[in-house]
């Protein structure tokens, strides 16, 4: 188990959320954020523990490392981390949504966020992707949140780690296979976003039916 977790871009909705949680679930957190004042006072903010320093700054501290930030900066994010991320654990989170047409799915050339990701870090960083379909104002408030978590990866332990975190905050983590998988969540979340306006939903989520037995 990872003993120190960096949540890049960790200033956002989603980032602080997730922080937030793991801090109050016991888990040693730094945010990061593009500078160290914002990321100390979003983390004086929220409590529990947490510490802010800049986005590499957190990476480089840290074990495992989740980045949070807008499909628009992922890029730019992660090439800032790559020299930090080394045979870590390194869970992303972007969605390619393009403003204005959010609630149409429009996946990159790579094939997924994921994907590109994962030629951006190469092959040295143990990549997961996941949190993709989960509204982050529900993650916000001390509230059960009625969303099973996806998580993607190519290497399973990886993959059981990031599922672990996903159920120490209160959800349900579900290993849902390898990295190329990950393009059926983020497509999944425009999807949500249309099902949200169209019915008025507050934050729909995803809920896998069935009876799920002990991994091996």
Known sequence: MSSKIAVIGGTGNLGSALAWRLARAGRDVIIGSRTADSAAEKAAELGHGLTGMTNADAA?????????????AQAATLEDIKPHVTGKIVVDTSVPLVPPKVMRVQLPPEGSAAAKAAAILGEDVRLVSGFHNVAAHKLAQDVDVECDILIFGDEKAARTEVVALADAI????????????????????????????????????????????PVD
Not at 60 to 72: S, Y
Request: no cysteine; glycine share 14%; aromatic share 8%.
């Open 170 to 213: 209160g959800l349900r983590g579900i290993h849902a296979g390898a990295l190329v998988n990950s393009a059926a969540a983020e497509a999944m979340t425009s999807l949500l976003i249309f099902i949200n306006k169209f019915y008025q939903v507050d934050g729909a989520g995803v809920k896998i039916t069935g009876e799920f037995g």
């Open 60 to 72: 480089a501290a840290a074990d495992l490392v989740i980045v949070t930030v807008p499909f628009g």
